[in-house]
Structures are given as C-alpha cells and as structure tokens.
C-alpha cells in the first residue's frame, strides 16, 4: 500500500475515541440493570475481576497487533497468517450485526430527549405503556433511528481524525460532566444510601453459573473487545504510543463510567423505592419515574440523562461502523465514503427490520427469534466471546513472542514490567476461562437452531477465509 494511512491526531484524542467506542449503551443501560438483576454488589466484584484479568490482556493484545499490522481486522490477521482472515471477517460481521440493532436503541435515546419536555413524564403510572408503546410503533422509531444513523454517517465519512476524533474529544468530557451534574442530583436524595449499600455490600446469594457468564460477555461488549474493533483503533496510532498505558487507561475509564452509572441510577431507585431488578427496562422506564417524582425539574434531568445516554451511545457505533469501513478502504481499497455509504444503507435495512420485530413485524420469527434479538443474541452471546478467545489463541501461538515484546516496549525503549505476566495469562488463562465459560453459555443458549445457525456461520467463514 503507497497511501498514507490515516492516524490519530493527538494521544487524548486516540484516548477520547477508544474511550468513546468503549463508553456506551454497555455502560449506561445495560451495566445498571445486570447489576440489579444478579446481586448487586456481588455481581460487581466478578464484573472487576473479568476486566482486570480478561479484559485488560485482551485490549493490550487488540492494540499490539493492530498497531503492529497497521491494519483494520481482517488484514491485521491476514498479515499474519492467510488461514486467519476469518477470525477478522468474524469480528466484520460482529460490526455489521451488532449495527443491525443498536442504532435502534440510540434513536430511542433521542426520542426521549425530547420526550422529556412533552409529557412523557406527565402520568408517571403511564411511562411503562408509552415505552411500549413507542417502540413498537410502526414509522416513529423508525424516523429516529434514521437520524441517528445519518449522525453516524457524517462522523464516519469525515475520517479517523477530522471525524471520529474530533467528535470523541467534544463528547466524551461532556459525558463525565452529565454524568457528575446527574450523580449529584441522585445522591443527595433523601433515602439514597440503600442505594448505595446495595451496591457496596455483596449479596452472593444470587450468584450462579449464569452469573459469570453474564459478567463475561459483559465485560467484552462494554470494552468493545472480541471483534476486531480496538485492532482497528491501534492500527491508526502511531509508534511512540505506549500501548499497555493506554490500555489500563481505556480500560479505567469504561469501568469507572459503568460504576458511576450504577451509583447514579441506584441511589434514586432506592430513595423512591422502586425494585432494582427490572431488567432492560429500567433506564427507559423505571428511570423516568424516577424523574417523574423530581419536580419541576424533573425534565431538565430525564433529558440530560437520555442526552447522556445518546452520547455514549453514538460514539460507540461510530467505532462499530469504522470496523466494516475500515475494512473495506484496507482489503478492497474502496474510498472512505463510498463505503460509509453502502455499509450504513445495509445497516439502515437491518435495523428497520429490528426496530419493526417490536411491533409490525412482532409475528415475524427466524430462527425463533425476532431481528432484533436475532442481531443481539449472535453477536454477544457467541460471536464476541469466541473472537476474544481466538484472538487470545492467535497472539499467544501465531504470533512471535519477540514481536509482541517489541511492539508492547516501542521496540525497547519503554518497559513494560509486566509482559511475561501479561504474554502467559493471554496465552495460557484467558483462552481456558473463556472457552469453559463460552462452550457452556452457547450450549445453554435456548434458541438451538440459531446457536447452531451461529457456528454454521463461523464454519463457513473459516473455509472461504482465503477470499476474504
Ligand atoms: N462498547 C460499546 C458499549 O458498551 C459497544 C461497542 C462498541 C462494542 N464497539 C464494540 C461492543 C465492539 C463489542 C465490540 O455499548
């Protein structure tokens, strides 16, 4: 390749993006209501334990072998090996799905920004229906998540720095101050520290299996591992980085941004005693009652709060829509925008079918399974984790240990104390833990035939990897 290839512009911009692909609907939606469902407190500490021993090996190991290809997923694999490419066009089509479904969730989020002003919290005991209601209308939705897609394309098709870049450095502070102004409000609520004692004392008695499995997959969605997505990132910085910095670094701040979700979010549940096990509902219902019960100012927070949600979001399918873009500008050399352009038309058509299988289309079933949860149940209960344990298996055994040395010191000349630590745990642990916990979490997976469907998918892309 003669071009030049796009790079970061600055260390903090890299930092905002990564942070920004890492920071999202994970964090804010999807942490909180685990957290409510399996124990609390309990369920935190094997969430920290996930990260600090799984996640944290496998960002270093995404950004040393994007970093060291210099290219996007598939070609970072194929530089390697040519029988690899699958792993990366696995990691692809995670992108394309995962997009199937979440720029849904990110118009909801900005449907009630503006909800927040128009009544939505008007007739508390109503939230609960108007939800439903909204999501499963035919053509609302569907504006919105349009919209939100269109923002997704503009970023994208402004490149790495003018685009991405630019758009984390501006969002991602503003996230922290949304969330600090929010956390404030939550815990100075009279009866707030049920709240937190719910989440500081560890209730074990919820913990099964199933648990660690939860804090797993959750762990890799929330850091955006397992799909090729911070090769991507690494690939655009340039050699002086210190990549195991700033993997502790992205990896601090996607935690600490979960955590600090949990003690915005519970404090307020606790103070107007409603139950913190509500599942996937709670930051579009139960949260708004909470609001509801604020006062006058109740709207100025339920939009902060969706706005809130909207940012994490948006900078994370940013980095989902540059996995299938820079895929295509590195392996068929097709022009940035050309790409942004045909890859989110397709993905305009997945989530019309995701977003109509919550109502129109409610009968509609493949696989057993509406699209949207089609999209969802693939990609994070069984595409990411088997390639986050293939990437651990390529680095460990396909990669030279030389290399990894060199490329994790800049060559030698920083130190990285902790390689032999960090080279054994991803060759040896992290590919055990995850397949025991994988093999185990797929088997259990209720929908047999799109498990099955799944691994036919994974299968056939091993045997034309050599195309790819
Ligand atoms: N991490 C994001 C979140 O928490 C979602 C996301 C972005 C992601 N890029 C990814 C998940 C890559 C898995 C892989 O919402």
Known sequence: MTEKRENWGSRFGFLMAAAGSAVGLGNIWRFPY???????????????????????????????????????????????????SFAGALGVLSGFFIMGFYPVVGG??????????????????????????????????????????????????????????????????????LLAAII???????????????????DFSKVTGQTFLAALGQAFFSLSLGMGC??????????????????????????????????????????????PTAGPGLVFIVLPQVFAQMGSLGPVFSALFFLLLFIAALTSSVSLLEV??????DQHR??????????????????????????AMSGFKIFGVGFFDFFDILTDKIFLAIGGGLLAIFVGFFMKKEDLKDELTNGGTVSFPAFELWYNLTKYVVPVIIAVIAISGILAIEQK??????LLIIAVLAVFSKKL
């Open 449 to 454: 035939s799109l498990m099955i469907f799944g």
């Open 334 to 359: 097709m022009e940035r925008k050309k790409a942004v352009y045909i890859t989110s038309a397709i993905m305009a058509v997945m989530c019309i079918l995701s977003s109509l299988s919550m109502g």
């Open 184 to 202: 404030f409000r939550t815990i100075s609520l009279p009866g707030a520290g049920e709240g937190l004692k719910f989440l500081l004392a560890p």
């Open 34 to 84: 685990l957290t409510g469902m399996n124990g609390g407190g309990a369920f935190i500490l094997i969430y920290l334990g996930c990260v600090a021993l799984i996640g944290l090996c496998i960002m270093t190991a995404e950004f040393a072998v994007g970093r060291r290809s210099g290219l996007a997923a598939v070609g970072a694999y194929k530089s390697v090996s040519d029988k690899w």
């Open 108 to 177: 909801w989020s900005m449907a009630y920004i503006a909800k927040s002003f128009t009544g939505l919290l008007a007739v508390p005991e109503a939230i609960g229906d108007v939800f439903g209601g909204f999501i499963s209308a035919p053509v609302e939705p569907l504006v919105w998540m349009v919209i939100y897609l269109a923002i997704n394309v503009f970023i994208v098709s402004k490149g790495v720095q003018g685009g991405i870049e630019a758009a984390g450095k501006v969002m991602m502070p503003l996230l922290y101050v």
């Open 230 to 275: 911070m090769i991507t990132y690494g690939s655009y910085l340039n050699k002086e980085e210190k990549l195991p910095a700033n993997a502790l670094i992205v990896t601090t701040m996607d935690t600490s941004v979960a955590l600090l979700a949990a003690v915005a979010i519970f404090p307020a549940l606790f103070a107007f005693g409603i139950e």
């Open 324 to 329: 299938v873009v820079a895929y295509l500008i």
